[in-house]
């Protein structure tokens, strides 16, 4: 077998799974071998014994650290991706009799509403659906009820690229679907009754949820579920009740670590807000060539769809950006076009190469 190396010269923009920092990478191939000289590798220790209990502490003392989480919130690590939150938000906190507010600005929340009817009554307070999902409504345009189970939103819509600016004005308890912006900038948990994320965008691999829930939120639900299904449990268990993604929570504890060191979510924040503009200067300096899919003001940090002048050009954008190493640039095949998705973890050197390339494609095909 030859040594592996790490391929530092391709740039990857999927939209998740995505890019994750070197550093990980190289931390998580080593203790893959050996965890902490223990002798035995991280995919291969029990979750019930010393090495993966502070595995999993750490992670949490890291998760609330980097997210400024107060101590009124459990911080859990569960299984089912961000879809499985789609059911079990609606399980444990939409009862009989009431109602839960959702705001629909894309496929995700689309999604989390159709799951949330197989359980109980919800009211679409605002929907994008109309307008391509282009913007984010502002709260007068937003028709929440008077006594709401709770109100949902998306705070980072991944294939349309909008992200709300600020929290949302709810009377009920609000609960968040993060999965493709947590810790890209700071979260005002103040507003917030729970906040939940998949891994695999910018925490970590696909295979945990995060879920950051206020306990008297969380003692608020509905007890008669089987005990997967219920919050508490988990959050009783630390995260343990049954065997748990130790590998998924072991990266994305790594990932916490490597967002520290750099100066956690504010540092982060700048970083993101300069690897967006660079992209987005590309496309408002390209005399209309380019035209980006999400309205001006709400447009994203973390993934940027946008269009050519024909789909046959999107498609040779795409074919010799490839050539020179920026991979996985195709749009969601709902959006079509071009989509960069540029996490956390995205080097912003490979934004700046993007933003030239883009340049250099629209002189060679501008008519
Ligand atoms: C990717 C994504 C999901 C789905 O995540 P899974 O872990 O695949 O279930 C949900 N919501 C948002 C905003 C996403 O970007």
New binding site residues.
Partial sequence: MTTPTINTTTLNFSA?PAVLPEQVIEQAARDLRDLDHTGIGVLEHSHRGTAIARVFEEARNDCRAVGNIPDEFEILFLQG???MQFGMVPMNFLPTGRTADYVDTGA?TSKAIKDANQVGSTHVAWSGKTSEYRNIPADTDIDWSQDAAYGYY?T?N?IYGTRWNRTPATTSPLVA?M??DIFSRPIDWSKHAMVFA?A??NIGPAGT?LVVIRRDFMDTAYPQLPAMLRYAVHADKESMYNTPPVFAVYCAGLVFKWILSLGGIEAVEAINDRKAALIYKAIDDSDGFYAGHADTADRSTMNIPFTSPSADLDAAFIAQAGEAGMVNLKGHRSVGGIRASIYNAFPEEGCQKLADFMATFAAANRR
Avoid: P
């Fill in positions: 998740g991706g961000a879809s995700w998306c980072n991944t679907d999965s493709s998949g695999q965008k949820t």
